[in-house]
Structures are given as structure tokens and as C-alpha cells.
């Protein structure tokens, strides 16, 4: 019990300092490394508590990481008080998360407790109407509080909730939706939706996810008429209503009956459940955490492929924890059974997708794994590209496959693990190597292990503690030590670095990129930067200026639909690049073994600035500069 309480705290800290460091992700190098530090700390501590949970050997080092992780954050915050607006928004999100828990939370205790009378007779015969009434409150209490009693007013759309609505009028309109590309729609309402920039100075205007992020907001773009705008706000308010209280229900409806014994054992997973909503990018990451929960609650079942085969169907990102669960059947219940349940999954994907893979089997594959490999901008979130980006730059294709190498590393802890647990935290491991990560994507998993805690029947000891179930203890670490399985992890970890090691060879050798701080120019309205190149080719690169100030946290300078000022004396853009219509006209000439001086321009009031340097192939952060 002190081990889980220990992780809840630490899943907390995490969750909500991610949450304000992607905000201000670009502020300092030394902000940054915190913050990996951090994320590393809270990987280790969640595979160590997926393999040892409660044990009283461990406790110790649950302790030890938890007082490292909070002298991080304290030292964090030190760094981020000197943030443009770092008050404010702290402000901003406790509020919103206030409002998140008042409505959600007593909806949640409302609901378990509902459940619990529903599959019990602790009131004889009158627990099932009871428990029915319960529910009854809880939905009502839910809808009152969010819409009369806080005002609710909506969800904010982005980019991918944009594509998915044109993409919905394409199916609509029987036209294939992976052929359609709403990139202008997305330029002119940049500052409403957003939009994701890639390494080619163009944006991802096109459908690059399964059919299924489509469909399941079909029913709420449907109901609504009007202007594009008015409809994705109307539906996706609706749809976010709807799915976070089924979500909601969910949980609760899957909460084992005898972990109420001690109602304070649940209570540390529901906060970490609420917590999640803070996290999500698109109305549908609801619905993704829905199917993810139904996963776990079937996995040892013999239709655990059906919400499988669905969750591939909706995302990429939750390909992983998907294999890791086929994996996981794998393993416990016997290769034979493993291989069904894969070809049963692969069916279920094949059955939702199969009208829009008939009608263009390479641009469905195109463009459904163009997440992995659609050459998008790095959001240095995860902290091993982060780290090497700083430390150890490798090319973009790097990135890729030290990606694909960590899930192979997670798929040999889970299938000789054996353990529920650590496909949820073995999943976080994957995405804390992937090179475009959000906030979400570390939240989802680390919400997975508390929803798999609940679902568990308790074993409870002479002395009345909580103990793992049997099974798991009988195999986690004698598992994990087998022979076999080290020597197959070693060599993955092996591959790794040499990976790395090659790919930051030919990172020196063909982007040999350096960048100084030669004060500033003209009454200090520009900085000077002095670029020198090392590398033994000539080429094009693209520029891009981050800077906060005291009215902005955050803001990018020389995209043409956000900032008309570009940045001065890096303008080398030919024919070719203005027909192809590129959203960062940036770029600069660079020749081999030369010297190049650029001009940022400094806004008013800038507290600190930096820049990103890019090709298709490479990636170069500036060192971050202090102004004021």
C-alpha cells in the first residue's frame, strides 16, 4: 500500500509538471534536462513498480527516486519563475483543473459506488434499484454541473479534429478521405486549430490516421448544421460531454468489487483517471482511453482481439500498447492463442478499413504511417531525443529507429514479464523515445497502470496488506531474469547504441551545424547569429525563431500564416519552393566548411529567444538566449 501511494504522488508531479513544461518547452537547455531527468526518474520508478508493486524490499528505492523527483521540480521551478506569464498560466491550468475535479470527481465516486451496489446484494434486494438510482445522480449531477453550474462552453478543436470533420464530409459525400488535403483551411485559421509542420516546410493536411478517429464523431457532426466552424465546435463539445462521462462510467463499472473493502485503495487510481482529461489533444483521445480500459478488462478473455482489433482501427498511438497486450496473450495463455487473437485483430482492422484500403491500398498505407515516417517537425518532449539532440545529435532517420528498437526492448520485458502492469509502463518507455511526442501520449500509459490496479482482485496477507497476485509474484523477476530474455534484451540495447553511434557519425559529417551569440544589431532589434557549417556538402536549410516575451509565454517567428516577418538575411527561397507554396520561406544557402551571420528579429519585451535549424533529414535546436 505505502509503495502505491508513493507512485500515485509521483504520477501526480509528473503528470502536472509535463503538463506545464510543454508550455515552455524551448525557455532554457537547463530547464530541459530537468525536465528529461524527470521523465526518466518516473520510467524507472514505473517499471520498477510494475514488476515489484507493494514489496517492502523496494520501498526504499520508491522513496529515494520520489525525493529526487521533487528536488528536480523544485529546482524546475526555480528556472520557470523567470518565465514571461509563468504565474498566469499556473493560475489558468489550477483553475481548469478545478473545475475538472469538482464535476468529475464526486460523478466518479457516485458511479463506483453505483456499480458496486449493482453487482452485490450488501442491501439484499433493493442494491441493483439503488445502485440504478445512483447512476441516475451521477449522470445528472455530471450534465447540471458542467453546463448550469461552471457555464461549460465547449471544447477547443485543433488540427487533427479539423481533418477529421473534412474528412467525415468526404466519406459523407462518398469520396475517398485519404485522398482529400485541407491544408489551406488549416493556413487561413492558424491561430484557431494549429497546425503541425513538417521538416519540408509544408503541414499535415491530410487524414493520417485510421478510418475509425473518423467514424466515431460521425454521429455528432450529423446532428449539426451550419458553417465548418460551427460544426466541429458543436460536435466536439457534444462529443466530449458524452465520451467523459462514459469514460467516467467506464472506469467505474470496471472497478473490482473487492477493492472497495478499502474504499482509500481506489481512490489514488481515480484521481490519476481525472488527471488524464488535462492531458488530452483531441476529443477522441477519450474515446482511445475507453477502448484501452476495455482491453485490459478482456485481455485474459477470449474476445480480448475485438477491442484490440478497435484500437488499432482508431490510432498509431495505440499500436503499442496493442502489441504489447498481443504479446502479453502471447505469452500467458500460449503461442497458439497469441496467434489468434493477431489474426483476429488483423481482421477487425481489415473489416473497418477494408472499403478505403480497396480503394487505394498504397495511399491508406501512405498516409496511416505517416506519423512514423511523415518527416514531422521534432517536439523534443521525450528525453532521448531530447537528450541527444542536446548532447549526441543524430539524423532524423535515427530517431526513427531507436523508436522502433524500444518496442522491441518492450515487447521482450512483457512476453517474459508476463505482467499487466508493465505493458502500460513498457508502453511510456516506447513513447519516451519517439521524437514528436505530446503530453498525452505520456499520460495515457501512465493512466493504464492505476486502471489495471483497480480491475485486479486484491490477495490479501496475515497482516491485512495488499500483496500482488499470485501469479505475478511467482514470475516477474524469476521471468525477467532468465537467461534468454537478458541476452535478447542486451542485444536490442547493444543495436541501439551502435545505431546511435552511426547515425551521429553521419549527423557530423552531412549537418555539421554550430550556432553563436554575436550580441545584437541595429538599436538591438536583432539578435546575431553566427552560423558555421562543418559538414562536407553543400544545401538548403530552413530557419525557425522561437521566442517568449512578457505578453507572449510562447510564439514562432518566420511561418507565413502566424508572423509575416521573416528573419532577416536567411531568405533564399527559389521558384521552386514558392510553387510548392512552403509555410516557412526561411531558408538559407549553406556552403560547405563556411560561416553565415543571420538576424533574428527581437520583438518587444523579449525575455528569451532561440532558434531551430532543419532539414528533411536533420534537426538543430540554438542554444536558448537570455535577453532581459
Known amino acids: 500500500m505505502s509503495g502505491t501511494l508513493i507512485f500515485t504522488a509521483a504520477t501526480v508531479i509528473f503528470l502536472l509538471f509535463m503538463l506545464l513544461y510543454s508550455s515552455n518547452i524551448y525557455f532554457s537547455d537547463t530547464l530541459s534536462i530537468l525536465a528529461d531527468s524527470l521523465s ?52 489558468d491550468e489550477t483553475f481548469g483543473l478545478g473545475i475538472m475535479l469538482a464535476v468529475s470527481f464526486p460523478t466518479l465516486v457516485i458511479s463506483v459506488f453505483g456499480f458496486y451496489l449493482i453487482r452485490s446484494n450488501v442491501i439484499k434486494n433493493y442494491s441493483k434499484q439503488i445502485g440504478t438510482v445512483l447512476l441516475i445522480i451521477a449522470i445528472i449531477f455530471f450534465f447540471y454541473y458542467q453546463i448550469y453550474g461552471f457555464g461549460y462552453k465547449g471544447v477547443g478543436a485543433n488540427d487533427e479534429t479539423v481533418i477529421a470533420y473534412y474528412a467525415y464530409n468526404a466519406i459523407e459525400s462518398g469520396h475517398n478521405p485519404y485522398t482529400i488535403n485541407v491544408k489551406n483551411v488549416l493556413e487561413n485559421n492558424a ?213 522502433y528498437i524500444s518496442i522491441v526492448i518492450s515487447i521482450i520485458g512483457v512476453y517474459f514479464a508476463r505482467n499487466k502492469l508493465l505493458i502500460a509502463s513498457m508502453s511510456l518507455f516506447s513513447y519516451l523515445m519517439l521524437y514528436h511526442a505530446m503530453v498525452a501520449y505520456f499520460a495515457m500509459p501512465a493512466v493504464l497502470m492505476f486502471v489495471i490496479i483497480v480491475m485486479e482482485k486484491p490477495v490479501y496477507g496475515n497482516i491485512g496488506t495488499i500483496k500482488t497476485i499470485k501469479r505475478h509474484r511467482k514470475n516477474n523477476v524469476k521471468d525477467l531474469r532468465n537467461r534468454n530474455a537478458l541476452i535478447a ?42 552560423i558555421s557549417d562543418e559538414s562536407i556538402y553543400t544545401r538548403n536549410v530552413s530557419i525557425l525563431e522561437i521566442y517568449s516575451t512578457n505578453a507572449i509565454e510562447e510564439n514562432t517567428g518566420g511561418l507565413s500564416v502566424s508572423n509575416t516577418r521573416y528573419i532577416t538575411n536567411a531568405s ?57
Open 40 to 91: 526518466i526518474m518516473y520510467l524507472v520508478f514505473a517499471i520498477l513498480f510494475s514488476l515489484f508493486r507493494d514489496r517492502k524490499s523496494t520501498l526504499r528505492y520508491y522513496i529515494a527516486i520520489f525525493i529526487a523527483q521533487v528536488v528536480v521540480v523544485i529546482i524546475s521551478f526555480y528556472y520557470m519563475m523567470s518565465i514571461p506569464l509563468f504565474v498566469t498560466s499556473v493560475l
Open 191 to 403: 491561430t484557431t486549430y494549429g497546425f503541425t509542420l513538417r521538416t519540408d516546410n509544408h503541414i499535415v493536411g491530410y487524414l493520417d490516421y485510421p478510418v475509425l478517429f473518423v467514424a466515431i464523431m460521425a454521429p455528432f457532426y450529423y446532428i449539426y448544421h451550419g458553417t465548418a466552424g460551427y460544426i466541429i465546435s458543436s460536435g466536439n463539445s457534444l462529443a466530449y460531454l458524452i465520451f467523459l462521462v462514459t469514460s467516467l462510467l467506464v472506469f467505474a463499472a470496471l472497478v473490482n468489487r473487492d477493492r472497495l473493502k478499502n474504499f482509500g485503495l481506489i481512490l489514488p487510481p481515480m484521481l490519476i483517471f481525472i488527471l488524464y482529461f488535462a492531458q488530452m489533444l483531441s476529443v477522441q483521445y477519450l474515446f482511445m482511453v475507453i477502448v484501452l480500459m476495455l482491453i485490459f478488462y478482456s485481455i485474459d478473455k477470449w474476445y480480448a482481439f475485438l477491442f484490440i482489433g478497435i484500437a488499432v482501427s482508431i490510432q498509431e498511438l495505440l499500436w503499442i500498447p496493442a502489441l504489447l497486450a498481443l504479446v502479453y496473450i502471447a505469452s500467458t495463455r500460449g503461442i497458439v492463442k497469441g496467434v489468434k487473437n493477431i489474426v483476429g485483430t488483423a481482421l477487425i482492422f481489415i473489416l473497418i478499413n477494408a472499403y478505403f484500403i480497396l480503394q487505394s491500398p498504397m495511399l491508406f498505407v501512405r498516409d496511416v504511417f505517416a506519423p512514423v515516417n511523415g518527416m514531422l517537425l521534432p517536439l523534443l518532449l521525450s528525453p532521448g531525443p531530447s537528450l541527444l539532440a542536446m548532447f549526441y545529435p543524430i539524423s532524423m532517420h535515427g530517431f526513427e529507429y531507436i523508436f
Open 489 to 530: 534484451i542486451s542485444g536490442a540495447i547493444i543495436v541501439l547504441f551502435l545505431l546511435i553511434i552511426y547515425f551521429h557519425a553521419s549527423y557530423i559529417n552531412n549537418f555539421g551545424i554550430h550556432v553563436s551569440y554575436n550580441g545584437t544589431a541595429r538599436n538591438e532589434t536583432y539578435a546575431v547569429l553566427r
Open 572 to 628: 533564399y527561397c527559389n521558384q521552386l519552393c514558392m510553387n510548392e507554396n512552403y509555410i516557412n520561406y526561411n531558408i538559407l544557402h549553406l556552403k560547405s566548411k563556411s560561416t553565415n551571420k543571420v538576424l533574428l528579429f527581437i520583438p518587444n519585451g523579449t525575455e528569451t529567444l532561440r532558434c531551430i535549424i532543419y532539414t528533411s533529414r536533420y534537426y538543430y535546436e540554438c542554444p536558448a538566449l537570455t535577453l532581459q
